[in-house]
Nanobody, 121 residues
């Protein structure tokens, strides 16, 4: 089983930036995805990266503002979030899937514990 640990969340003003990190315990040929869940809402897809090729995919709501990347030497995936909006407030999770591309949370089998991102006005 793959273990994932997120970090980097916090409180930021609208228009600001944050970088989230996801450390993955074991290297495999898989996809690492980012999801988020706001209070009272379903967990939704944000972005994903294919570990071997570096291919990326984004939800329309974050395209042009968020960037996903990886550091193979550190087994870490990053989510750089710029121009943050109030509606970006959520708990952010990273997860792994053997499939590419996929935005379906049911296709992701190992999950981190989440990190809170709060955007204030």
């Amino acid at each position: 089983q793959v273990q994932l640990v997120e970090s980097g969340g916090g409180l930021v003003q609208a228009g600001g930036s944050l970088r989230l990190s996801c450390v993955v315990s074991t290297f495999r040929s898989y996809t690492v995805g980012w999801f988020r869940q706001a209070p009272g809402k379903e967990r939704e897809f944000v972005s994903a990266i294919r570990w071997t090729t570096g291919s990326t995919h984004y939800a329309d709501s974050v395209k042009g503002r968020f960037t996903v990347s990886r550091d193979n030497a550190r087994n870490t995936v990053y989510l750089e979030m710029n121009s943050l909006k109030l509606e970006d407030t959520a708990v952010y999770y990273c997860a792994t899937s053997p499939l590419w591309p996929t935005t379906e949370k049911s296709r992701y089998y190992d999950w981190g514990q989440g990190t809170q991102v709060t955007v204030s006005s």
